[in-house]
């Protein structure tokens, strides 16, 4: 496994606190398609400087938030706890540490939507 599993999908920063996936990817049951627009893993921005949490846009992190984002906006899980456990599961796929995806994992369990 390399150390993101989507190293393939294009991104394209349309401001400070949004980001455009170039190409359709997926993970389990849910598809972030192509031309998509997220803002990021939404983590506070006074923790980014945090190094085992990091910024919203880190490469092992912005693909499995983009599969958050979508499985929340376009309600592609039958629960929004069902999309925070993917997004879980997403990070561990794409070899983020279990510790800081479990805290990745609370924050959005914690502040996402909930359905």
């Known amino acids: 496994m390399t150390r993101n599993a989507w190293h ?3 991104l394209r920063f ?3 606190r949004r980001v455009e ?3 359709t990817y ?3 049951s ?3 398609p192509s031309g998509y627009v997220s ?3 939404t983590i506070p921005q006074a923790l980014w400087w945090l190094p085992f949490i990091g910024h919203p846009f880190m490469g092992d992190v912005i693909h499995c938030a983009g599969l958050h984002d979508a499985a929340i906006t376009e309600r592609q899980t039958p629960t929004s706890g069902a ?3 993917l997004f879980y599961r997403a990070l561990r796929h794409n070899n983020v540490g279990r510790v800081r995806a479990k805290l990745l ?3 959005a369990l914690i502040g996402g939507p909930r359905w």
């Open 14 to 16: 349309l401001g400070p």
């Open 26 to 28: 997926s993970f389990e």
């Open 39 to 41: 803002d990021g893993a």
């Open 105 to 107: 994992y609370w924050g």
């Open 30 to 32: 849910v598809s972030v």
């Open 8 to 10: 393939h999908v294009s």
């Open 21 to 23: 996936f170039m190409s």
């Open 83 to 85: 999309a925070h456990a």
